[in-house]
């Protein structure tokens, strides 16, 4: 089983940015895909970014393409989605899933963390 807990949520105003983390512990995949999904208030929740964790693949969703990045520290077992140029569109509570398959689907994901919540004001 894995868990993972995230960090770095917050409040930031238009324009700013903000980097989330995403510590995975326990039973982990042999190869899998970390991804950060979001869900805005009163709508469902949205696939933000993905990465193949041995292989360091990445995939975005068109919104953030050219602002947010997802990364890893593979040492460390630490995912980040580093978010740049955010708008106020951006704001929901993002949560980081793990999946042994490389999926677009919440569905996908077995392991999912506990969310922090990134406001951005305009």
């Known amino acids: 089983q894995v868990q993972l807990v995230e960090s770095g949520g917050g409040w930031v105003q238009a324009g700013g940015s903000l980097r989330l983390s995403c510590v995975a512990s326990?039973?982990?995949?042999?190869?899998?895909?970390m991804a950060w999904f979001r869900q805005p208030p009163g709508k469902e929740r949205e696939l933000v970014a993905r990465?193949?964790?041995?292989?360091?693949?990445?995939d975005y969703s068109d919104s953030v393409k050219g602002r947010f990045t997802i990364s890893r520290d593979y040492a460390e077992n630490t995912g980040y989605l580093q978010m740049n140029n955010l708008k106020p569109e951006d704001t929901a509570a993002y949560y980081c899933?793990?999946?042994?398959?490389?999926?677009?689907?919440?569905?996908?994901?077995?392991?999912w963390g506990q969310g922090t919540q990134v406001t951005v004001s305009s």
């Open positions: 899933a793990a999946s042994g398959g490389w999926n677009r689907d919440e569905k996908g994901y077995t392991a």
């Open positions: 326990g039973r982990t995949f042999s190869d899998y895909a």
């Open positions: 990465i193949k964790w041995n292989r360091g693949t990445t």
